[in-house]
């Protein structure tokens, strides 16, 4: 790929130029799109009427140059210089995006592209919760209270590889849905491979610093009970210390959410990528936390959703286990039945909100480059639309032909 503007080559290390989108009086420079030139007339209806049933525009007849019948897109206009429609060669229209647009976005992604997007997120989902599900099996109990945390320990760290790979491959995807072009998992696969150990070095990073400011935030309140002190008024002032230190942590995280990303799409090294994603966040901290977090809560309500049956299954199936347990006096475990339900759930849910939220994450950073950086002009070239100067890329070497 060569180096243009507005589009961060792979192997460019050039810092982005923030703000870099063409002002509003220079959008003739976008191909496909006209203002009237310096001095032509405006139009004027109550005028035009009046010279005798003359066409409205200049015409052949008067020697000057033609503005009006359709633009290049179809639309409209007497003169031709209204805005076009923007092109939308995949699965959101290549212009700064709305709410609305990013939300459907995604989910155009997850329609269009079912077979990879549900069948990655689906691979995902089965070893994960078998891993959960093998953990407490194995454990039987045998921990008592702790159970829970043991296989939280146990299963975490399968969880996190599990979801890096799957949010590179997801990643990937959606460069190529972006411009109308289809990925299978071994394209996929193919591209982001080289990048994995990186991500996985960012997202240890990234959960470091969240998980440190908490610690540090609560570390006072901690130290202060364990020295066996217990004044209340202490204690509670310690506490909302602590408490303070979580909206910090959620600051960190949307500063940080355009890293992978960048990470993946750029070739950005992990200190890289974190200061890019701090750059392509500022000013807009508040519209990516809100849609983050809109994001995530619909995608817990479709879990929850399709939870809630399988949890009555697995409760009306293991409740005489549970009650035998119960009366024995024995430390309660989860029926074997009830495992099995809740697996099943997790792994429908799962398959269909990995994806929904790992394209968000991709579609905001897009977002944040097409208002910062015009890089809608960029990918509209690599889309191949001809009124924008693009004739497609070539794939001589079997890379990605097209990456943002």
């Known amino acids: 790929m060569t180096d243009t503007p507005g589009w961060a080559s792979p192997s460019s290390s050039e810092p982005p130029r923030d703000e870099a989108r063409p002002p509003a009086d220079a959008s003739a420079a976008v191909p496909g799109q006209s203002v009237p030139p310096h001095g032509a007339p405006a139009a004027h209806p109550a005028r035009d009427a009046g010279h005798g049933g003359q066409q409205q525009g200049s015409g052949p007849q008067h020697g000057g140059p033609q503005y009006g019948g359709q633009g290049p897109y179809g639309q409209p206009g007497q003169y031709g210089w209204g805005a076009p429609a923007s092109p939308k060669p995949g699965v959101i229209p290549l212009r700064p995006l ?58 975490l760290p399968v969880a996190m590889l599990l979801g890096v790979v799957a949010a590179a491959l997801l990643t990937m995807v959606v460069s190529r849905a972006i411009l109308g072009q289809t990925a299978t998992v071994r394209d996929a696969w193919r591209d982001a491979r080289p990048r994995l150990l990186q991500l996985i070095g960012l997202t240890l990073l990234t959960g470091l610093i969240g998980a440190g400011i908490v610690l540090l935030g609560f570390a006072p309140l901690i130290g202060y009970l364990l020295a066996g002190a217990d004044e209340p008024i202490i204690v509670g002032l ?85 009650s035998n347990q119960l009366d024995s006096g024995e430390p309660a475990t989860l029926p074997v039945a009830m495992l099995i339900s809740n697996a099943i759930a997790g792994v429908i849910s799962s398959t269909l909100t990995i994806p929904f939220t790992a394209t968000i994450g991709v579609l905001l950073y897009v977002d944040q480059r097409i208002r910062r950086e015009a890089l809608d002009i960029e990918l509209a070239r690599a889309a191949g639309l001809p009124e924008y100067g693009g004739t497609g890329w070539s794939d001589p070497v079997g890379q990605n032909p097209a990456r943002l």
């Open 238 to 322: 310690l506490a909302v210390v602590g408490i303070l230190s979580i909206p910090v942590a959620f600051w960190i995280w949307i500063q940080l959410s355009l890293a992978a990303p960048a990470l993946m799409l750029e070739k950005q090294g992990v200190l890289p990528a974190l200061s890019r994603s701090r750059r392509l966040v500022r000013g807009s901290w508040w519209r990516l936390f809100g849609i983050n977090i809109l994001g995530r809560l619909l995608a817990g309500l479709v879990a929850g959703m399709l939870s809630i049956p399988f949890a009555v299954i697995g409760l009306v199936l293991g409740f005489d286990d549970l």
């Open 98 to 155: 709305g709410l609305g647009e990013i939300l459907d976005g995604a989910v155009s992604t997850i329609r269009k592209h079912w077979r990879t997007t549900l069948g990655l997120s689906l691979g995902v989902a089965v070893v994960q919760e078998a891993a959960v599900v093998g953990t407490q099996l194995a454990v039987d109990g045998d921990t008592g209270d702790l159970t829970p945390v043991v296989s939280a320990l146990v299963s």
